[in-house]
């Protein structure tokens, strides 16, 4: 199942079933699991973990040294998932802190171009489309939906099934079920068609629509809005989450600032 022009390190623990491309390069510390499809020139290196039924497209690059100034080779991970699509020239580098880890979970499709940079972690049934970028340590959570061409300010969040629209500018954390887009990056709205496609109850929608109201609501800070939420809305598992994501903001702040707010009406 290795092409003959495949270069693979005697070391590397390849499951017996793993397909390699011409031209593919695998590394000394690499771990690939059962059913994995890697295809031509693609470039597998560091101390990496690839989980079963991954299909990893031509010119992809994973577990290369981050673009950090602060690296000196020490010992950082890429651990990835199962049953990811990984497109054409996708970046995914290791962590740049000693035994840290840059994590990409299950279901996901990454398109190609896209850049996973070092301390990064992205959940599961993440789409990213082309030509997006994670700067350092970003966090993307389940099932967000994130547009071509986004780019990401290190450290930032997206929340669980956001949509980001392509070409947006995120240097804030993105609430969780939220709609985003431009530059400045503003909330247009929530992700109702997601939420109902996830079987996310009609009362929780509409809690949530409520919640992203009140975070844009001017004369709130943040913890103003994190206050009326908690004590005016139903604590449905989704309100839970949106107030522990609204708790714990990275030091880049949550993006409040809204757009054509609650233009598209939960129904």
Not at 88 to 112: C, F, K, P, S, W
Not at 183 to 200: H, K, L, Q, S, V
Not at 243 to 266: C, D, Q, T, W, Y
Request: proline content about 4%.
């Amino acid at each position: 199942m290795i092409h003959p022009s495949a270069i693979v390190h005697p070391k590397a623990n390849i499951a017996d079933d793993v397909e390699i491309g011409p031209f593919s390069v695998i590394g000394e510390h690499v771990t690939i699991g059962a059913g994995t499809k890697i295809m031509s020139s693609v470039v597998i290196d560091g101390w990496t973990e690839i989980g079963k039924n991954n299909r990893i497209f031509p010119g992809a690059a994973i577990g290369l040294p981050p673009q950090d100034f602060g690296y000196k080779g020490q010992r950082a991970f890429v651990k990835i998932g199962d049953n990811n699509e990984i497109r054409e020239y996708v970046t995914i580098h290791r962590a740049a802190t000693e035994d840290d880890t840059t994590y990409v979970g299950d279901q996901n499709m990454l398109m190609a171009y896209v850049h996973i940079a070092h301390n990064c972690s992205v959940g599961n049934q993440v789409t990213i489309a082309n030509y997006a970028g994670l700067a350092g340590h970003a966090v993307v959570e389940d099932q967000a939906v994130i547009g071509g061409l986004a780019g990401f300010h290190q450290h930032t969040r997206v929340g669980k099934l956001c949509m980001v629209g392509g070409c947006s500018k995120i240097n804030k954390d993105v609430p969780p079920f939220s709609i985003v887009d431009g530059n400045p990056c503003r909330i247009f709205g929530m992700n109702f068609r997601g939420m109902r496609r996830r079987d996310i109850s009609k009362e929780s929608r509409l809690a949530v629509q409520n919640a992203i109201r009140i975070l844009g609501s001017l004369g709130l800070n943040l913890n103003d809005a994190i206050e009326r939420i908690d004590s005016e809305l139903e604590h449905t598992p989704e309100i839970i989450h949106f107030l522990e994501f609204l708790r714990a903001p990275s030091h880049m702040g949550v993006l409040n600032k809204g757009g054509r707010i609650g233009a598209r009406s939960e129904k």
